[in-house]
């Protein structure tokens, strides 16, 4: 049956065939269990919003997690990738607010459990967008494995581990400062707070003593705290401030008397050195009244408003407050100065509202022990990072780290597992609803309204996926994963809590065999590969704001998703962002169509083949008869192994480069046109010959297809099947094997020879465009070379012809050819018998570039090679090759300045 692709190639009209495929033959599912293979290559997918749609970021994450993935499954691991969502309890519960809020209603006027129904019923129709997109550009992930952060079995697994850490005494609740969101109403951590530069006022405050024999002029950014001021406190070795220790100063406005106390926080060079202190309003001041024992006034309620009963101010906006509080300590002429200060500004990534430090009650996980371990984990080599770089970030961090805050004050969410007691004031912590506190036995007991920190369910993924706190066959085969792939911005946010939760709870979870599991074992992943960021083509960030976003679907639509990936691949470096432009695509968009060509090339002399009753076995042994099946042979093998080292260190632009190199030129530009002088199918032709030469172009194009699968897998599908014309001998090739490179098949020799063959032709093809001749006309060539490239030569007459486009060639023993047709290289000199009006002016100009270039080269060799500092430090090969360079310049110099002199004779 004739091979029938269409003449050009249309992505749309394979890739959503072969994505369905792929997701309805549950080709990439796994099983754990007693067949499970020795040899798991496990990733988690880092969980996308709920909410969320693809954007260029999840692309190249996903493209370069993909490649990996496909590839170890090729090299015979069982590969799987988890995919799943996140409930993203701030982004999603804002998004529903708003669609309340369009339709005349608000979540309170609905109540939590109406909320939370709604959010669900949103959820099942408009939830998980971003993973049906990643199906229809071929994640090769195991979709029965697909999770949602709150799913029944995840909520069981989240109220376990939280009961656990309280009972051992690691999760604990009480009042302390927080960063406040006035708009979500909620606490968010230090992690989901963004610093701003802003130019704000510094202002100069006077506080009157009490019994009216002085003053302190205090420094504040927020006057408008000076309300919850409960005390002002000095340097105990600021000598200005001496006479005041102990003391009472009248709070202005308020008229509240307040104790001048010394402590060491007060910095004498800041402002005036005496610091107003506002323990419920400023995480310092809050460690200072906790030394000092003083009261704790919270003077704002959840909108930031002030709350202050009887108080000109109560109510206002803490803005509008502070205009007016400003304004009355002027009209009292308390207020001193007022200067422009540089400040850092908190804001909140979701809200983007100016944090407030509140005093408020909230649940905390002591995580000093747990960081310990996960310090141990990295330290010890249990973990590595690529680029290396981020381990010290790491430890930066987490030798830093402050005690975890894991509520929120919102509904949607891992509602907390705690109750308390009316009667007693006791919580009870229970996994089940309990039927009464447990400290007094009083059935007057209320849920914790606080939902847990989204980061908190997806920080236990890596084993809860696996089906813990049960021992699963799951957690024995699968954990701990090998990869996580994932981006800087969530370092400390999932990636450190995951390798803290994993060095905890597993350490519980015994081995396969039932011995106990150390930590080891018991890390989340064994390597944290950390890629770099996509910019737009001028290398900014993407924004909305800039209007520089780009829509990968949009762009995938256009181009086609294989061209999108290889783009994405060709410029992944490992700690280099992506400079992501349209060009590129557009390039490997091209790439794709030289494939599809060469299909259409191979598939038609195959069907010729079949005609003239010529045969071929893709398992036969290579054909080695001629060189450019040799040489075929050892550069696809040699490009396979350096493949495979590239991906072993996540050099992904340099393996998508090796096989860009070796598909395009080795393959296309040259074997396909030197073996077409093999395909002969007339009735006086060797059929043999015929055969060999047709088997070695098909079984190396099959092989050059699965080492391009991980990068394009939709048009190495489609041809792959069309090789085997539908019965190929596995599913998929994405389920065959990788090209290894057997090194008994790399000939170092056979792939010099073509190297100089190739020079020779390519040497000839410039000599030919510099004469201007017509591309259908030949000529006679002469050749000067040594013995070794003149057998070469003659050895191969028929492919020098053909690609060179000469008529002839000979090797005189006098050379008689001007200049104008000579081209000389450090190996050899070739000549052709075309007649031309020479254009000596022309010509002196075009050897005069050539010979200011060679001397660049000399100049810049000679200063390098002079250079002991660099002699010192270079690698050797580089200052080998650096000679090598300079005294081939040197040589060309030479013959430029021959060619020179010639000229002028004619001139």
């Given at each position: 049956?004739?091979?029938?692709?269409?003449?050009?190639?249309?992505?749309?009209?394979?890739?959503?065939?072969?994505?369905?495929?792929?997701?309805?033959?549950?080709?990439?599912?796994?099983?754990?269990?007693?067949?499970?293979?020795?040899?798991?290559?496990?990733?988690?997918?880092?969980?996308?919003?709920?909410?969320?749609?693809?954007?260029?970021?999840?692309?190249?994450?996903?493209?370069?997690?993909?490649?990996?993935?496909?590839?170890?499954?090729?090299?015979?691991?069982?590969?799987?990738?988890?995919?799943?969502?996140?409930?993203?309890?701030?982004?999603?519960?804002?998004?529903?607010?708003?669609?309340?809020?369009?339709?005349?209603?608000?979540?309170?006027?609905?109540?939590?459990?109406?909320?939370?129904?709604?959010?669900?019923?949103?959820?099942?129709?408009?939830?998980?967008?971003?993973?049906?997109?990643?199906?229809?550009?071929?994640?090769?992930?195991?979709?029965?494995?697909?999770?949602?952060?709150?799913?029944?079995?995840?909520?069981?697994?989240?109220?376990?581990?939280?009961?656990?850490?309280?009972?051992?005494?690691?999760?604990?609740?009480?009042?302390?400062?927080?960063?406040?969101?006035?708009?979500?109403?909620?606490?968010?951590?230090?992690?989901?707070?963004?610093?701003?530069?802003?130019?704000?006022?510094?202002?100069?405050?006077?506080?009157?003593?009490?019994?009216?024999?002085?003053?302190?002029?205090?420094?504040?950014?927020?006057?408008?705290?000076?309300?919850?001021?409960?005390?002002?406190?000095?340097?105990?070795?600021?000598?200005?401030?001496?006479?005041?220790?102990?003391?009472?100063?009248?709070?202005?406005?308020?008229?509240?008397?307040?104790?001048?106390?010394?402590?060491?926080?007060?910095?004498?060079?800041?402002?005036?050195?005496?610091?107003?202190?506002?323990?419920?309003?400023?995480?310092?001041?809050?460690?200072?009244?906790?030394?000092?024992?003083?009261?704790?006034?919270?003077?704002?309620?959840?909108?930031?408003?002030?709350?202050?009963?009887?108080?000109?101010?109560?109510?206002?906006?803490?803005?509008?407050?502070?205009?007016?509080?400003?304004?009355?300590?002027?009209?009292?002429?308390?207020?001193?100065?007022?200067?422009?200060?540089?400040?850092?500004?908190?804001?909140?990534?979701?809200?983007?509202?100016?944090?407030?430090?509140?005093?408020?009650?909230?649940?905390?996980?002591?995580?000093?022990?747990?960081?310990?371990?996960?310090?141990?984990?990295?330290?010890?080599?249990?973990?590595?990072?690529?680029?290396?770089?981020?381990?010290?970030?790491?430890?930066?961090?987490?030798?830093?780290?402050?005690?975890?805050?894991?509520?929120?004050?919102?509904?949607?969410?891992?509602?907390?597992?705690?109750?308390?007691?009316?009667?007693?004031?006791?919580?009870?912590?229970?996994?089940?609803?309990?039927?009464?506190?447990?400290?007094?036995?009083?059935?007057?007991?209320?849920?914790?309204?606080?939902?847990?920190?989204?980061?908190?369910?997806?920080?236990?993924?890596?084993?809860?996926?696996?089906?813990?706190?049960?021992?699963?066959?799951d957690l024995d085969t699968f954990y701990p994963t090998q990869l996580l792939v994932t981006g800087f911005d969530i370092l400390f946010f999932w990636v450190a809590r995951m390798i803290m939760l994993g060095c905890h709870f597993m350490l519980d979870i015994p081995m396969p065999d039932g011995s106990e599991r150390d930590?080891?074992?018991?890390?989340?992943?064994?390597?944290?590969?950390?890629?770099?960021?996509?910019?737009?083509?001028?290398?900014?960030?993407?924004?909305?704001?800039?209007?520089?976003?780009?829509?990968?679907?949009?762009?995938?639509?256009?181009?086609?998703?294989?061209?999108?990936?290889?783009?994405?691949?060709?410029?992944?470096?490992?700690?280099?962002?992506?400079?992501?432009?349209?060009?590129?695509?557009?390039?490997?968009?091209?790439?794709?169509?030289?494939?599809?060509?060469?299909?259409?090339?191979?598939?038609?002399?195959?069907?010729?083949?079949?005609?003239?009753?010529?045969?071929?076995?893709?398992?036969?042994?290579?054909?080695?008869?001629?060189?450019?099946?040799?040489?075929?042979?050892?550069?696809?093998?040699?490009?396979?192994g350096e493949v495979n080292e590239a991906l072993k260190n996540y050099r992904f632009d340099e393996a998508a480069n090796l096989v860009y190199q070796f598909f395009w030129g080795d393959f296309c530009d040259w074997y396909l046109e030197i073996v077409k002088l093999r395909l002969d199918f007339s009735a006086e032709a060797?059929?043999?010959?015929?055969?060999?030469?047709?088997?070695?172009?098909?079984?190396?194009?099959?092989?050059?297809?699965?080492?391009?699968?991980?990068?394009?897998?939709?048009?190495?599908?489609?041809?792959?099947?069309?090789?085997?014309?539908?019965?190929?001998?596995?599913?998929?090739?994405?389920?065959?094997?990788?090209?290894?490179?057997?090194?008994?098949?790399?000939?170092?020799?056979?792939?010099?020879?073509?190297?100089?063959?190739?020079?020779?032709?390519?040497?000839?093809?410039?000599?030919?465009?510099?004469?201007?001749?017509?591309?259908?006309?030949?000529?006679?060539?002469?050749?000067?070379?040594?013995?070794?490239?003149?057998?070469?030569?003659?050895?191969?007459?028929?492919?020098?012809?053909?690609?060179?486009?000469?008529?002839?060639?000979?090797?005189?023993?006098?050379?008689?050819?001007?200049?104008?047709?000579?081209?000389?290289?450090?190996?050899?000199?070739?000549?052709?018998?075309?007649?031309?009006?020479?254009?000596?002016?022309?010509?002196?100009?075009?050897?005069?570039?050539?010979?200011?270039?060679?001397?660049?080269?000399?100049?810049?060799?000679?200063?390098?090679?002079?250079?002991?500092?660099?002699?010192?430090?270079?690698?050797?090969?580089i200052v080998v090759g650096l000679k090598k360079q300079a005294s081939e310049a040197a040589a060309l110099r030479q013959e430029t300045l021959e060619a020179m002199e010639k000229l002028e004779q004619l001139a």
């Amino acid at each position: 049956m004739p091979h029938e692709l269409p003449k050009a190639y249309d992505p749309a009209a394979i890739e959503d065939r072969w994505a369905a495929y792929w997701v309805n033959e549950r080709l990439f599912h796994t099983e754990s269990g007693e067949s499970a293979p020795v040899l798991p290559f496990t990733v988690l997918l880092p969980p996308p919003n709920v909410t969320g749609n693809l954007h260029m970021g999840h692309m190249f994450e996903h493209t370069e997690t993909d490649i990996l993935v496909r590839w170890r499954r090729m090299l015979g691991e069982t590969a799987l990738w988890v995919p799943g969502t996140d409930h993203a309890g701030i982004a999603t519960q804002m998004l529903v607010e708003r669609q309340v809020v369009s339709e005349g209603t608000s979540r309170r006027e609905m109540g939590r459990e109406a909320f939370i129904a709604r959010v669900w019923q949103w959820k099942e129709h408009y939830g998980g967008a971003i993973l049906e997109q990643m199906k229809r550009l071929g994640a090769s992930v195991d979709w029965s494995r697909e999770y949602f952060t709150m799913d029944e079995r995840l909520s069981t697994a989240v109220k376990e581990a939280f009961v656990r850490l309280y009972e051992q005494g690691l999760i604990y609740r009480g009042k302390y400062i927080v960063n406040w969101d006035p708009v979500q109403e909620t606490a968010v951590s230090d992690l989901e707070v963004t610093h701003e530069e802003r130019t704000g006022k510094l202002y100069h405050i006077r506080y009157q003593l009490a019994d009216g024999t002085g003053s302190i002029v205090i420094a504040t950014t927020r006057p408008e705290t000076m309300l919850g001021d409960t005390a002002v406190a000095v340097n105990p070795d600021d000598e200005r401030y001496r006479a005041f220790h102990g003391k009472k100063l009248m709070l202005p406005l308020v008229n509240r008397e307040i104790p001048v106390v010394t402590d060491a926080w007060a910095n004498p060079e800041f402002g005036t050195g005496a610091v107003k202190v506002t323990p419920a309003h400023d995480p310092n001041d809050f460690v200072i009244g906790e030394r000092h024992n003083l009261p704790q006034l919270n003077i704002m309620d959840e909108r930031a408003r002030i709350n202050l009963p009887g108080s000109p101010y109560h109510g206002m906006d803490r803005y509008a407050a502070r205009e007016r509080i400003v304004e009355d300590l002027r009209a009292l002429g308390l207020l001193v100065d007022v200067k422009d200060h540089s400040m850092a500004i908190g804001l909140s990534q979701r809200s983007g509202a100016v944090v407030e430090p509140r005093l408020s009650t909230q649940w905390f996980i002591k995580i000093q022990p747990l960081a310990d371990k996960a310090i141990a984990a990295v330290e010890q080599g249990y973990i590595r990072f690529t680029p290396a770089q981020y381990a010290k970030t790491y430890f930066e961090w987490m030798r830093n780290i402050h005690d975890w805050c894991i509520s929120r004050q919102l509904w949607w969410g891992h509602r907390i597992p705690a109750w308390h007691c009316e009667a007693c004031r006791q919580t009870t912590v229970a996994k089940e609803t309990p039927p009464q506190c447990a400290h007094c036995d009083s059935r007057q007991i209320t849920q914790e309204t606080d939902v847990l920190d989204t980061w908190f369910s997806s920080g236990l993924l890596p084993f809860t996926v696996f089906g813990w706190p049960e021992h699963t066959r799951d957690l024995d085969t699968f954990y701990p994963t090998q990869l996580l792939v994932t981006g800087f911005d969530i370092l400390f946010f999932w990636v450190a809590r995951m390798i803290m939760l994993g060095c905890h709870f597993m350490l519980d979870i015994p081995m396969p065999d039932g011995s106990e599991r150390d930590l080891k074992d018991a890390v989340p992943f064994r390597e944290v590969y950390i890629h770099a960021l996509v910019r737009d083509a001028e290398r900014q960030k993407m924004s909305k704001t800039k209007g520089n976003v780009i829509d990968p679907i949009e762009i995938v639509e256009r181009y086609g998703t294989d061209a999108v990936r290889f783009t994405f691949a060709a410029m992944a470096s490992p700690g280099t962002d992506i400079a992501f432009s349209e060009s590129r695509i557009e390039g490997y968009r091209a790439f794709a169509n030289k494939i599809w060509n060469a299909a259409r090339f191979i598939f038609m002399n195959v069907d010729r083949a079949a005609e003239a009753g010529i045969k071929f076995d893709l398992n036969a042994a290579v054909n080695t008869s001629t060189i450019e099946a040799r040489w075929i042979t050892s550069r696809l093998n040699a490009t396979a192994g350096e493949v495979n080292e590239a991906l072993k260190n996540y050099r992904f632009d340099e393996a998508a480069n090796l096989v860009y190199q070796f598909f395009w030129g080795d393959f296309c530009d040259w074997y396909l046109e030197i073996v077409k002088l093999r395909l002969d199918f007339s009735a006086e032709a060797d059929k043999a010959a015929t055969g060999a030469a047709l088997n070695t172009l098909v079984s190396t194009f099959e092989a050059a297809l699965r080492l391009l699968s991980p990068f394009m897998p939709f048009i190495t599908e489609e041809l792959w099947h069309a090789v085997y014309e539908g019965k190929p001998p596995a599913e998929s090739i994405a389920l065959s094997r990788y090209p290894q490179g057997d090194a008994k098949l790399i000939d170092a020799d056979i792939e010099a020879e073509m190297t100089q063959l190739q020079e020779l032709i390519v040497t000839i093809r410039a000599l030919r465009k510099d004469l201007d001749m017509p591309e259908r006309e030949t000529a006679a060539a002469e050749i000067s070379a040594t013995d070794k490239i003149q057998q070469l030569a003659s050895a191969n007459t028929d492919v020098i012809e053909k690609l060179a486009r000469v008529s002839a060639f000979t090797f005189p023993a006098q050379w008689s050819l001007g200049p104008a047709n000579t081209r000389t290289t450090t190996g050899f000199t070739v000549g052709l018998t075309y007649e031309k009006q020479i254009d000596v002016a022309a010509e002196r100009e075009r050897l005069k570039k050539k010979l200011e270039q060679y001397e660049k080269v000399l100049i810049n060799a000679d200063r390098q090679l002079q250079n002991e500092a660099f002699l010192a430090k270079a690698p050797e090969k580089i200052v080998v090759g650096l000679k090598k360079q300079a005294s081939e310049a040197a040589a060309l110099r030479q013959e430029t300045l021959e060619a020179m002199e010639k000229l002028e004779q004619l001139a």
